[in-house]
């Protein structure tokens, strides 16, 4: 029930294309669920973020979509970079309690130029 | 802009040996955190420490780990006996709130 599920594993976009990658929960106390970018050889940098409250959160080229009776979470990249080619990873938490960060599988964006 | 720092970036050691790993959070940040990588597989959470204590630990997280935060900068993790599959990326991260975890870039562990 801890279990984030994300997919695809990996993603080949054009430049200039809508990237999508999608993540499922189970368990319904989360309460914030982040995405989190990371580079080759670097630690995962947080992206944005969303609480259940809202079904949609916009930052720059970057959109969470949330479906909380579908228990789903997706993130969209507009007009994709090849400077956005990293490893994306969803995440789940109960936010109050301080508890773990549930990762996701990661999936590897590659932007073709 | 403020940054978790980790040291080494790249540590090796035989299988049965203790390592250090050691990072240095946001200073004004209160939940420390490890976790790890292994090549290729997501992230996996180890540990959280607030209040000079353990809050949490995973299932990972056995006797043969320990953390500590020996003064007011760094935070450290500890393996008492490394074993082959502790091979892995190792990442700190700091939080203000418990959320939007801020990562370190990470120390390599290999086990030989």
């Known amino acids: 029930q801890q279990q984030v599920k994300q997919s695809p594993q990996s993603l080949i976009v054009q430049k200039g294309g809508i990237s999508i990658i999608n993540c499922a929960y189970e368990?319904?106390?989360?309460?914030?669920f982040p995405w989190y970018q990371q580079f080759p050889g670097k630690g995962p940098a947080l992206l944005i973020a969303i609480r259940p409250d809202v079904s949609e959160k916009k930052e720059g080229r970057f959109t969470i979509s949330f479906n909380k009776s579908a228990k789903q979470f997706s993130l969209h990249i507009m007009d994709s970079q090849p400077g956005d080619s990293a490893t994306y990873f969803c995440a789940a938490t109960e936010e109050t309690s301080g508890s773990r960060l549930t990762f996701g599988e990661g999936t590897q964006l590659t932007v073709n130029p | 802009e403020p940054e978790v720092t980790q040291t080494p970036s790249h540590q090796v050691t035989q299988m049965g040996q203790e390592v250090i790993l050691r990072c240095v959070p946001i200073s004004n940040h209160l939940y420390f955190y490890w976790y790890r990588q292994i090549l290729g597989q997501k992230v996996e959470f180890l540990v959280s420490f607030y209040n000079n204590e353990i809050s949490e630990k995973s299932e990972i997280f056995d006797d043969q780990f320990s953390v500590e935060r020996p003064d007011g900068s760094n935070f450290t993790l500890k393996i008492r006996s490394t074993k082959l599959e502790d091979s892995a990326m190792y990442f700190c991260?700091?939080?203000?709130?418990?959320?939007?975890?801020?990562f370190g870039p990470g120390t390599r562990l290999t086990v030989t």
């Open positions: 991260a700091s939080s203000v709130y418990a959320v939007s975890l801020y």
């Open positions: 368990n319904t106390a989360f309460d914030y």
